[in-house]
């Protein structure tokens, strides 16, 4: 049994959701467990509704939802002839769900809110891929995932009950497969003990799919993805990017780690556990290899590049001349979790701490302002951060040519390099 994983780019439009029944098609008689995420933007349209719902712009909510509306029935309409009906008496439920929520008054917090809406792109998604392929003869069988995996009350990031979920995978789920070669059910998305909705947070998709197959000891989990495989730098910063088609767990942890967009370091460790291996492919064409994740050792890879633009260099000096200790540190990260700022690069120096973080210029602006009462602060923007993996003296030079170096970390196998153009030099 495989556990197969499609995103939002897989399903945002009509054509692409005939690719993924063309891909799935390629496996007939095989035991898949499919996850799919909502469709395109979906998400993002959802929690503008949430947004107006909970300023009390309800008119404003439910005009947006109404497009969300629309576009799920079109989306209907265009794939489906025979299981129409069925299928759109199944969205009005879920309608029905959100809808029911935005006519009442916001008493709970954002985050409660923010999971009962957004929850249902996936629900929608799911529902109308899953008619599609029963009309195109690829039989499955549709499931919520809120029926199977139980979480805690921590909404938008919420935690899994394992035990409560592997019984129901257990006893619930995978008894299935006797009359089904194919269930398909939702990915980023579960609920409470008293049924309200939760989300998975980041990345929760490639989550729910490495929890099902811990859970049902899969052979292995295949992310679908728009690109051909894990690249050694994003193609978009670095069009001389090269595939890499094989990695293992560490190092895929490892990358992410310093900013690379690729497998979220939840997602690896319920695959890690029971050494379940990861197939990355690519959605447009599936004779490409794609990229093997596993847990074996890989030598020989090339350099891999993760820059990260738009950093800011944010220096922390004590007025007294002491040492720069635990206290001054300690308090220096309560600031952070106050302003929800996690610092991308860290250095002590004898009286001084300096972070480098993402430029959100409110929280830097906020949080310098308030520092400033204990230490002094300079804050330096505009600034480049390179991390470079196996790095050698020729991708160093390469990547430094025509920049000074502010701040340079190094171990055996990582450099980390604060990088400002010469342009902007004054």
């Avoid at 309560?334 to 690069?345: Q, R, V, Y």
């Amino acid at each position: 049994m495989q556990v197969f994983k499609f995103g939002g780019a897989s399903v945002n439009s009509v054509d692409r959701i005939k690719n993924l029944a063309a891909i799935l098609g390629r496996y007939k008689g095989e035991k898949l467990m499919v996850i799919i995420s909502a469709m395109g933007k979906t998400t993002n349209a959802l929690e503008k509704v949430t947004e107006a719902f909970f300023d009390g712009r309800k008119e404003d909510a439910l005009q947006l939802f109404q497009q969300v509306k629309k576009q799920h029935l079109d989306t209907a309409k265009f794939l489906l002839v025979t299981q129409y009906l069925p299928c759109e008496h199944k969205l009005a439920d879920f309608f029905t769900e959100v809808e029911w929520l935005l006519h009442d008054k916001p008493v709970r917090d954002f985050d409660y809110y923010y999971d009962q809406v957004v929850c249902i792109g996936e629900l929608l998604s799911t529902t109308i891929i899953s008619a599609y392929l029963n009309e195109k003869g690829i039989a499955n069988h549709w499931l919520d995932v809120r029926d199977i995996f139980r979480t805690d009350d921590d909404f938008r990031d919420a935690s899994i009950d394992w035990d409560f979920t592997l019984d129901k995978v257990t006893h619930g789920v995978l008894p299935l497969f006797r009359d089904h070669d194919l269930l398909l059910t939702q990915g980023f998305i579960g609920a409470t003990d008293e049924n309200e909705s939760t989300t998975l947070g980041r990345e929760g998709s490639d989550y729910s799919a490495a929890i099902f197959a811990n859970m049902m000891d899969a052979k292995k989990q295949v992310i679908w993805k728009d690109v051909e495989s894990v690249m050694n730098a994003d193609p978009k910063q670095f069009p001389d990017a090269t595939a890499i088609h094989e990695l293992n767990y560490k190092e895929v942890i490892e990358m992410a780690y310093y900013g690379a967009q690729v497998i979220h370091p939840k997602t690896i460790k319920p695959l890690q556990n029971k050494n379940i291996p990861l197939l990355v492919k690519c959605f447009f064409d599936p004779e490409l290899e794609g990229t093997l994740i596993h847990n074996h050792p890989i030598k020989n890879l090339p350099p891999i590049i993760v820059l990260k633009e738009k950093q800011a260099m944010v220096k922390f000096s004590v007025r007294d001349f002491s040492f720069v200790g635990e206290h001054h540190i300690g308090q220096l990260y309560a600031l952070f979790e106050k302003f929800h700022i996690k610092p991308n690069l860290t250095q002590n120096a004898a009286i001084s701490f300096l972070a480098v973080l993402d430029d959100k210029q409110e929280r830097i602006e906020k949080m310098a302002l308030e520092a400033s009462s204990l230490f002094d602060v300079d804050v330096i923007k505009g600034l480049q951060l390179l991390t470079i993996r196996h790095f050698n003296e020729a991708t160093l030079k390469r990547f430094t040519k025509e920049k000074s170096i502010l701040l340079r970390q190094q171990t055996t196998e990582t450099v980390q390099l604060l990088l400002k153009s010469n342009q902007d030099r004054s």
